[in-house]
């Protein structure tokens, strides 16, 4: 595929991601990405936003946008948060479908496409990963269920993975979509809000990798409260929505 109509050609795809600190993993995950979409005929994007790093990500990812045509890179001046930061990198896509994913290397990009096939034979707006087997460690894999199984509590979604990070939804649809956590209930928040709108989201069965570079960034217990926290207002906020009170997103 020629560099101008992967710049200048409406996308039928874009990967939007958040990025703060991945100076270790960012080149080759970038790297890993753009031969996948490589293979596709249809133009492509990848939207980085990088969060106000301070480890030089924002400097690699302007190198790398010289390696890679179908790179774009947006900014937060400081760090603003997972939520926030995907956000930026949504509201920045043109693509005809927008694909989320996390920017360290724990999803199959590949796995995008897959979401893409069973979206248009289901007839969904989106559909979401679902973490087969998650690979992590024993007290983040119980937290992830024992949140999911809130999640289903608290929002009736037959969902099993919610905040699974590799989703695929219609782009007009996303971007229209307001993202209000600013951390990593954001993939949730995603999902909850579509299925509050009368949207149809589907699940499949993804691959989930270990981080093969860098830190993670979460900090387990203070990032279980904060879930829970948001979690909580979500409900409040989407009740009274319900009851036709107006709530500025």
Not at 37 to 42: D, N, Q, S, V, Y
Not at 73 to 90: D, E, K, Q
Not at 116 to 143: C, F
Not at 172 to 179: F, K, S, W
């Amino acid at each position: 595929m020629a560099a101008a109509e992967v710049t200048e050609s409406k996308p039928r795809l874009s990967v939007a991601a958040p990025c703060y600190n991945e100076v270790d993993a960012i080149e080759a995950v970038v790297t890993q990405w753009d031969a996948i979409l490589a293979t596709k005929p249809e133009a492509t994007e990848i939207v980085l936003c990088d969060d106000g790093s301070t480890d030089g990500t924002a400097e690699l990812l302007e190198r790398l946008r010289e390696r890679f045509p179908r790179l774009r890179v947006v900014h937060n001046a400081v760090n603003a948060g997972y939520g926030r930061a995907l956000s930026s990198a949504i509201a920045a896509t043109g693509g005809e479908y927008v694909c989320t994913i996390d920017s360290d290397g724990q999803f199959d990009l590949a796995d995008g496409f897959r979401l893409i096939d069973e979206l248009d034979r289901g007839g969904y707006d989106a559909v979401t990963g679902w973490r087969k087997r998650k690979n992590d460690s024993i007290a983040r894999v119980v937290a992830n269920r024992g949140m999911n199984a809130l999640v289903r509590l608290l929002f009736g979604t037959r969902l099993r993975d919610t905040n699974c990070a590799i989703k695929v939804v219609k782009g007009d649809v996303l971007r229209a979509l307001p993202i209000e956590a600013r951390g990593y209930p954001a993939p949730t928040e995603i999902c909850v809000r579509l299925e509050a709108r009368g949207l149809r989201v589907g699940e499949r069965a993804v691959t989930h990798h270990a981080r093969a570079a860098g830190m993670s960034k979460l900090r387990p217990w203070r990032t279980a409260w904060s879930f829970l926290r948001f979690l909580l207002h979500l409900r409040y906020t989407l009740g009274l929505r319900r009851a036709g009170v107006r709530i500025e997103p």
